[in-house]
């Protein structure tokens, strides 16, 4: 038998078959590279350029966490959710590429130093103390799962695109007839006839029976329940906790001298004005004109007539300045000094520098002990992030918070709060981390189910070893305990009720006037009350002066014909009022008015055209998106 099989292995039959077989085996091993020889896999392309499915699905879960975090731990994301995000995260990576390109396109990028600046200028990046951390921008890196290279890689794109887009913006002007028929708008004000019913001067209500009490108490639960309270064991680790542990050398304080200076001294600044023009020629005159005398004003008109714009930079160092050679020849000039024309992708600029504060240093020993203090706070910082993995693995080896916390030379606590951090006694518990890590502390306190074991959580600048093991829900308290509370609210509800039965009652007297309705003063005093001349005042609730027409009227009155009534409930209670006259506004006389004006609309007019620039970009780079890979983005 063995013989004959043999045979037949050897005939073109047999070796035949067994090709098949391994050609069978080889395409179902590698069926998924097969099926998607030609595909796509991007979920989109731009230009031609890649968005992988990772990058947008990091994206997502990115933008997923963010929201997440402002809308609180009872929020749950569901498929709608998810689907809207992940699109909201594409469209973000699609802009973000299209600008991209067109930086590359017109030759803009942004510096080193332009980088370090600005990243250190971000204000959630500031300690207690106003400088840069270190530490903060770490947990925003973790909270973000971002690396330090896809940060920067951020900022330099959002460096780029502020450059992009402010050339964009710089051409937005606002028209003069515009801005004052606005004016005019939001200057025009009303007088008016007012009477109102606060609830002190509403007529005592008959005593209230014990059926009326219990059934309010039963109504409105919230104010007269306890609220929910929660034990936790709780031991903080941070970056100030772990200082004491922190070595920082002499010589590694000499090495960081002159980053420090850079960080805590204060840079050499200038006061530029500059004029971008679209031609040489144009620029040439201006630098003439410029350094002939004239002022900035007069520059604007002639930039404007040649189709271009000046303006005054303001004060800057040269890292805010992201055109290198722009910043090159603005901070070789003297005070006064004016630079050639200079080209850009945006066109012909020309600079003058009419102030300079020259840079200022700080003695040698305090810049040592700020250097050894910034070291020293970067290490503790890197060690936080160490240690937390290992008090994670504690806790997740069965350590108890006291355990853990002893293991790590932390400070253990039990306490029993609410969500505002308060006992049940009513007094502000104390917390690990002191203000600036209370917030983060009661959240995580509140963020997830009792009982669900010890975890650690991030809180505030710091990590938290966290052990929830009880909860005391919320519950209405017992008519007989809260009684006298119930009857303060059951009266001060009535005295409402009264008060605005009157207001109505008066409203609807004086709606009718001139055809058969009374007289708003003389209504007014039949229902008691005595009408007050008020105003004038202007549209805006929020800008009501003291003393002036209360604000829930206002929308009223100027919706309203002289003679007409309206009636709002106030903080105090109720009133009614009567429009009695409309103010026009002075706009010729108010020229700060004017221009305040102009400079909200073309704030707004800039707010439209950066939209349409993006949108502008987008059609072009040709954007095609895979709707199967977005499936995949949101189903992560």
């Given at each position: 038998?063995?013989?004959?099989?043999?045979?037949?292995?050897?005939?073109?039959?047999?070796?035949?078959?067994?090709?098949?077989?391994?050609?069978?085996?080889?395409?179902?091993?590698?069926?998924?590279?097969?099926?998607?020889?030609?595909?796509?896999?991007?979920?989109?392309r731009?230009?031609?350029?890649?968005?992988?499915?990772?990058?947008?699905?990091?994206?997502?879960?990115?933008?997923?966490?963010?929201?997440?975090?402002?809308?609180g731990?009872?929020?749950?994301?569901?498929?709608?959710?998810?689907?809207?995000?992940a699109?909201?995260?594409?469209?973000?990576?699609?802009?973000?590429?299209?600008?991209?390109?067109?930086?590359r396109?017109?030759?803009?990028?942004?510096?080193?130093?332009?980088?370090?600046?600005?990243?250190?200028?971000?204000?959630?990046?500031?300690?207690?103390?106003g400088?840069?951390?270190?530490?903060?921008?770490?947990?925003?890196?973790?909270?973000?799962?971002?690396?330090?290279?896809?940060?920067?890689?951020?900022?330099?794109?959002?460096l780029?695109?502020?450059?992009?887009?402010?050339?964009v913006?710089?051409?937005?002007?606002?028209?003069?007839?515009?801005?004052?028929?606005?004016?005019?708008?939001?200057?025009?004000?009303?007088?008016a006839?007012?009477?109102?019913?606060?609830?002190?001067?509403?007529?005592?209500?008959?005593?209230?029976?014990?059926?009326?009490?219990?059934?309010?108490?039963?109504?409105?639960?919230?104010?007269?329940?306890?609220?929910?309270?929660?034990?936790?064991?709780?031991?903080?680790?941070?970056?100030?906790?772990?200082?004491?542990?922190v070595?920082?050398?002499?010589?590694?304080?000499?090495?960081?001298?002159?980053?420090?200076?850079?960080?805590?001294?204060?840079?050499?600044?200038?006061?530029?004005?500059?004029?971008?023009?679209?031609?040489?020629?144009?620029?040439?005159?201006?630098?003439?004109?410029?350094?002939?005398?004239?002022?900035?004003?007069?520059?604007?008109?002639?930039?404007?007539?040649?189709?271009?714009?000046?303006?005054?930079?303001?004060?800057?160092?040269?890292?805010?300045?992201?055109?290198?050679?722009?910043?090159?020849?603005v901070?070789?000039?003297?005070?006064?000094g004016?630079t050639?024309?200079?080209?850009?992708?945006?066109?012909?600029?020309?600079?003058?520098?009419t102030?300079?504060?020259a840079?200022?240093?700080?003695?040698?020993?305090?810049?040592?002990?700020?250097?050894?203090?910034?070291?020293?706070?970067?290490?503790?910082?890197?060690?936080?992030?160490?240690?937390?993995?290992?008090?994670?693995?504690?806790?997740?080896?069965?350590?108890?918070?006291?355990?853990?916390?002893q293991?790590?030379?932390?400070?253990?606590?039990?306490?029993?709060?609410?969500?505002?951090?308060?006992?049940?006694?009513?007094?502000?518990?104390?917390?690990?981390?002191?203000?600036?890590?209370?917030?983060?502390?009661?959240e995580?306190?509140?963020?997830g189910?009792?009982?669900?074991?010890?975890?650690?959580?991030?809180?505030?600048?710091?990590?938290?070893?966290?052990?929830?093991?009880?909860?005391?829900p919320?519950?209405?308290?017992?008519?007989?305990?809260?009684?006298?509370?119930?009857?303060?609210?059951?009266?001060?509800?009535?005295?409402?009720?009264?008060?605005?039965?009157?207001?109505?009652?008066?409203?609807?007297?004086?709606?009718?006037?001139?055809?058969?309705?009374?007289?708003?003063?003389?209504?007014?005093?039949?229902?008691?009350?005595?009408p007050?001349?008020?105003?004038?005042?202007?549209?805006?609730?929020?800008?009501?002066?003291p003393?002036?027409?209360?604000?829930?009227?206002?929308?009223?009155?100027?919706?309203?014909?002289?003679?007409?009534?309206?009636?709002?409930?106030?903080?105090?209670?109720?009133?009614?009022?009567?429009?009695?006259?409309?103010?026009p506004?002075?706009?010729?006389?108010?020229a700060?008015?004017?221009?305040?004006?102009?400079?909200e609309?073309?704030?707004?007019?800039?707010?439209?055209?950066?939209?349409?620039?993006?949108?502008?970009?987008?059609?072009?780079?040709?954007?095609t998106?895979?709707?199967?890979a977005?499936?995949?983005?949101?189903?992560?």
């Amino acid at each position: 038998m063995i013989t004959a099989f043999r045979r037949l292995a050897g005939t073109w039959f047999a070796k035949g078959l067994f090709l098949l077989l391994v050609l069978s085996f080889a395409v179902w091993g590698i069926e998924d590279v097969v099926r998607n020889l030609g595909r796509d896999n991007a979920v989109a392309r731009v230009g031609g350029e890649a968005i992988e499915l990772t990058e947008a699905q990091d994206a997502a879960r990115r933008e997923t966490q963010r929201l997440q975090r402002q809308l609180g731990p009872r929020f749950e994301a569901n498929e709608a959710f998810r689907q809207a995000v992940a699109r909201q995260a594409v469209e973000n990576l699609i802009a973000s590429r299209a600008q991209r390109q067109e930086a590359r396109r017109m030759g803009v990028a942004a510096s080193v130093e332009a980088v370090r600046a600005y990243t250190f200028s971000i204000p959630s990046f500031q300690g207690a103390d106003g400088r840069f951390s270190p530490l903060i921008l770490q947990q925003f890196l973790r909270q973000n799962d971002l690396s330090e290279g896809d940060f920067t890689r951020l900022v330099v794109a959002d460096l780029e695109r502020q450059q992009l887009v402010g050339a964009v913006r710089a051409g937005a002007r606002a028209p003069e007839a515009l801005a004052r028929q606005l004016l005019a708008f939001a200057g025009e004000r009303r007088v008016a006839e007012v009477a109102e019913f606060p609830l002190l001067n509403a007529p005592e209500p008959p005593e209230p029976t014990e059926a009326q009490l219990t059934r309010f108490h039963e109504n409105n639960p919230a104010p007269f329940s306890s609220p929910e309270y929660r034990e936790a064991a709780l031991a903080l680790l941070s970056a100030e906790t772990l200082l004491p542990r922190v070595a920082v050398s002499d010589a590694e304080v000499e090495a960081g001298l002159e980053a420090q200076r850079e960080r805590t001294g204060t840079p050499e600044r200038r006061t530029v004005e500059q004029a971008l023009v679209n031609s040489r020629e144009a620029a040439e005159a201006i630098r003439a004109a410029w350094a002939g005398g004239a002022d900035l004003a007069a520059i604007r008109g002639q930039a404007e007539g040649a189709g271009g714009t000046a303006l005054e930079m303001g004060q800057v160092s040269r890292g805010e300045m992201p055109v290198e050679n722009i910043a090159a020849a603005v901070f070789a000039l003297p005070e006064g000094g004016v630079t050639d024309p200079i080209q850009s992708p945006f066109g012909w600029h020309v600079m003058k520098v009419t102030a300079v504060q020259a840079a200022a240093g700080k003695p040698i020993e305090e810049l040592r002990a700020e250097t050894r203090d910034f070291l020293a706070r970067e290490k503790a910082a890197d060690l936080t992030f160490e240690e937390a993995n290992k008090l994670e693995d504690a806790l997740g080896g069965g350590a108890t918070v006291e355990e853990a916390a002893q293991r790590f030379g932390l400070a253990a606590i039990r306490v029993t709060v609410d969500r505002n951090g308060n006992g049940p006694d009513g007094r502000r518990v104390e917390l690990p981390g002191g203000p600036v890590a209370r917030a983060g502390v009661l959240e995580a306190i509140f963020a997830g189910p009792a009982g669900a074991g010890t975890r650690v959580a991030e809180a505030g600048n710091g990590f938290l070893a966290l052990d929830v093991p009880r909860v005391t829900p919320a519950a209405l308290k017992p008519f007989a305990e809260v009684e006298a509370e119930v009857r303060r609210a059951w009266t001060l509800d009535a005295r409402r009720r009264a008060q605005e039965e009157r207001a109505a009652a008066l409203l609807g007297a004086a709606q009718g006037t001139g055809q058969g309705g009374k007289d708003f003063t003389e209504a007014a005093r039949e229902a008691g009350v005595e009408p007050v001349r008020m105003g004038p005042s202007l549209r805006d609730p929020g800008a009501a002066a003291p003393g002036g027409i209360p604000g829930g009227l206002l929308p009223g009155l100027f919706a309203a014909k002289p003679g007409e009534v309206t009636m709002a409930q106030t903080s105090d209670g109720y009133a009614v009022a009567r429009l009695v006259e409309i103010v026009p506004a002075d706009v010729a006389a108010d020229a700060e008015g004017q221009a305040r004006v102009k400079n909200e609309v073309e704030q707004s007019m800039q707010d439209d055209l950066e939209a349409q620039f993006a949108a502008a970009l987008r059609a072009r780079a040709n954007v095609t998106i895979n709707p199967s890979a977005m499936e995949q983005v949101a189903a992560r």
